[in-house]
């Protein structure tokens, strides 16, 4: 028998793919596992299957920018982090607020980004977060000069675990969920006035 006709059997397969996997994985990253042509359609059914499967367990099927994957519900991550204790990467002000002017404002030329800050972007601020993988240039605004047009990654919505934009939570509520630094870590930063923008401190 075919395994295609296997619905049982394809189910395992996906299952086994996506626990096993190291990134997330898109419908048609899964349909290379077969050599029978199997369907967007029933590859996603399938998906439906496993994920209401293992519900109300300690690890969750979920779809995020990039794909599929499975992950560690968040009410088990405190348990989890005891065997991995390392801190996680913290970012200054200065960071967190460049990329919530990126993630709301898409696309953004970094001159866009300074007029709303209010100070002029340090070259360290744009490099962490193009390093991170969180923003990249997706183009270049029809202007003398012709800045670059910045904006999030799959990446950067696949760390906060949602699967498009619209999933991004009121802009009062994003500083929750990354860890950034102390206050007294924080950039002493001062509002523009009718000058150039102020070069903020490097970090």
Known sequence: MSTITDLSYLKIVLETALLTAQEPLTVHQLKKLFTEDVKAAL???????????????GIELVKLASGWRFRARAEFTPYLNRL???????YSRAVMETLAIIAYKQPVTRGDIEAIRGVSVSTSVMQTLLERGWIEVIGHKDVPGRPGLYATTHKFLDDLGF??????????????????????ARDDEEPLVDEAPRVEEEG
């Open 163 to 184: 699967a498009t934009l619209r999933d991004l939570p009121p802009l009062a509520e994003l500083a929750t969920l990354v860890i950034a630094e102390t206050p007294a």
């Open 84 to 90: 991995t204790p390392e801190k996680p990467p913290r």
């Open 43 to 57: 590859i996603n059914d399938i998906l439906d299957e496993i994920q209401q499967a293992w519900k109300g367990r």
